[in-house]
């Protein structure tokens, strides 16, 4: 059997509290092939591979035998395991854009998506995913259409197909359209303030990408499109 210490709210180690009276949780590990896998029934949706994300960071208390224990740490997921992948093709209408988004959700995104999606009917599925996916544009973000796979297998990932309307989002100016083409507005507001002293608390490392194609209109032609940008933080990097 093994037991985590600590706790998000006090996080020690059996470095500094050498006692098993600190465990506040109790789960199984599986050795094979020199590799430790933690299993946690608390999270039925967790892949074999994965552990369950509050778990991670943390020692754990090993049970070996009446006599011998190990102590071991449980690693923290690169990003690259929690991926979301977001390709997305607009046309406009005047001021009102139309889309369909493909979107595969990988990791802990999976993990997420399982249970509620799991749990969701058919007739509620539009709004469910629209909850979830968050006002794209602006909040006349509306999805038309919805069809998703994978959803019971742990070990893929979610593959997400919808089509959408945004209300008077593009500006239009004499002869001319702007279109912000970052329709999710997560991104601008992730952003760890520099003068914040309170802790923030993340359950697990992501890596999103977003891709954004515009049909121009009959009758119109790119003028200019804005430079590259990177961007990197205490808590983020962007590239676009």
């Excluded at 093994?2 to 098993?20: D, H, K, N, Q, V």
């Excluded at 029934?41 to 994300?53: E, G, H």
């Excluded at 994978?150 to 945004?166: G, Q």
Aim: overall charge neutral.
């Amino acid at each position: 059997m093994l037991f985590r210490s600590g706790s998000r709210e006090l996080p020690y180690s059996y470095s500094t509290f050498a006692s098993p009276s600190c465990d506040n949780h109790m789960i199984t590990t599986y050795n094979y092939n020199n590799k430790e896998y933690f299993l946690d029934a608390t999270n039925s949706f967790l892949s074999i591979n994965d552990c369950a994300s509050f778990t991670m960071g943390k020692e754990v208390l090993q049970a070996i035998s009446p006599t011998k224990y190990k102590v071991s740490k449980i690693p923290v997921a690169e990003p690259s395991l929690t991926s979301m992948f977001d390709t997305t093709i607009i046309e406009l209408n005047q001021r009102k854009i139309t889309g369909i988004s493909r979107a595969e959700f990988n990791g802990y995104y999976n993990q997420l998506l399982q249970p509620v999606l799991s749990g969701t009917t058919q007739s509620k599925l539009k709004k469910q995913i629209q909850d979830l996916i968050g006002n794209k544009g602006n909040n006349t973000f509306f999805v038309t259409r919805v069809h998703h796979s994978n959803l019971k297998n742990r070990d893929t990932s979610i593959v997400m197909v919808y089509e959408f309307e945004i209300d008077d989002y593009a500006t239009i100016y004499d002869q001319e359209i702007f279109v912000n083409m970052i329709l999710d507005k997560r991104i601008s507001k992730s952003e760890v303030k520099k003068d914040r002293t309170i802790p923030m608390e993340f359950d697990y490392k992501t890596n999103d990408n977003y891709h954004v194609g515009l049909k121009i209109p009959n009758g119109y032609q790119l003028k200019s499109i804005p430079k590259d940008v990177e961007y990197t933080s205490r808590s983020e990097e962007h590239t676009s």
